[in-house]
T-cell receptor, first 114, second 113 residues
Framework: KAGVTQTPRYLIKTRGQQVTLSCSPI?????VSWYQQTPGQGLQFLFE???????NKGNFPGRFSGRQFSNSRSEMNVSTLELGDSALYLCASSTPGHGTDTQYFGPGTRLTVL | QKEVEQNSGPLSVPEGAIASLNCTYS??????FFWYRQYSGKSPELIMS????GDKEDGRFTAQLNKASQYVSLLIRDSQPSDSATYLCAGTIGSGNTGKLIFGQGTTLQVKP
C-alpha cells in the first residue's frame, strides 16, 4: 500500500505571499492531520479533517487554513507568509477508531520564507 | 508544564546496549501513546503504539505504559548505530481531541560503534 504523499517537497516563498500544500493519505484512510515542525517549537498540531469536515484545530492564527476533498486528499493554505512560518509541514493520515488513531506521516513539505 | 515531556538528550549508548527513552504526560485522561523515530531531515516514522498499562514488545523494541504514574518509556535492545535518531513520544491528550497528537520535544539517541 502506498504511503502518505505530500507535494511539493520544497518551497521557497517571500513574505506576504501565500502558499498551498497538498497531502494524499494512505488509501482507505479518511482522517488527515497537519502539523508544523520547527527546531524551537517541535511538532505542533495545526488541524484535522475527516469526511471533508474540520474536526479539530490547534492554536494557530487564521492565516492557516485547510480543506479536505471527497477523495480524502487535503490541502492547507498559509496566507500572508511571515518569516516565522518557515518550517517542515507534515501531514499524517489515519483510520479513526476508538483510541486507536495511529497516524502515519508523509515526507513533509519544507517551506522557506525569505 | 508541558503536556508531554521528554529529556532532549543526547542519550549516548554503546552498540549492543539497551537504550531507555522516557516520557511523562500531564493529562490523566490521555488514552493512546506512540513512539516515532525521526532521522535528520526526514519525517517521523511510527515505531510503536501502546494503549494499555504494561509492556508491549515488537522485535528489539519494548514500550511500557504506566497510567498511574503518567509515564511512557521505550526500550531498544541490542542498539545499533542505525538506531541513532530523534525519538518522539506522542499522545492523544484529553478526550474528544480526535486526530490531535501532542508531541514531546524528542530525545536524541546516539549509538556509538
Amino acid at each position: 500500500k502506498a504511503g502518505v504523499t505530500q507535494t511539493p517537497r520544497y518551497l521557497i516563498k517571500t513574505r506576504g505571499q501565500q502558499v498551498t500544500l497538498s497531502c494524499s493519505p494512505i488509501s482507505g484512510h479518511r482522517s488527515v492531520s497537519w502539523y508544523q515542525q520547527t527546531p524551537g517549537q517541535g511538532l505542533q498540531f495545526l488541524f484535522e479533517y475527516f469526511s471533508e469536515t474540520q474536526r479539530n484545530k490547534g492554536n494557530f492564527p487564521g492565516r492557516f487554513s485547510g480543506r479536505q476533498f471527497s477523495n480524502s486528499r487535503s490541502e492547507m493554505n498559509v496566507s500572508t507568509l511571515e518569516l516565522g512560518d518557515s518550517a517542515l509541514y507534515l501531514c499524517a493520515s489515519s483510520t479513526p477508531g476508538h483510541g486507536t488513531d495511529t497516524q502515519y506521516f508523509g515526507p513533509g513539505t519544507r517551506l522557506t520564507v525569505l | 508544564q508541558k503536556e508531554v515531556e521528554q529529556n532532549s538528550g543526547p542519550l549516548s549508548v554503546p552498540e549492543g546496549a539497551i537504550a531507555s527513552l522516557n516520557c511523562t504526560y500531564s493529562d490523566r485522561g490521555s488514552q493512546s501513546f506512540f513512539w516515532y523515530r525521526q532521522y535528520s531531515g526526514k519525517s517521523p516514522e511510527l515505531i510503536m503504539s501502546i494503549y494499555s498499562n504494561g509492556d508491549k514488545e515488537d522485535g528489539r523494541f519494548t514500550a511500557q505504559l504506566n497510567k498511574a504514574s503518567q509515564y511512557v518509556s521505550l526500550l531498544i535492545r541490542d542498539s545499533q548505530p542505525s538506531d541513532s535518531a530523534t525519538y518522539l513520544c506522542a499522545g492523544t491528550i484529553g478526550s474528544g481531541n480526535t486526530g490531535k497528537l501532542i508531541f514531546g520535544q524528542g530525545t536524541t539517541l546516539q549509538v556509538k560503534p
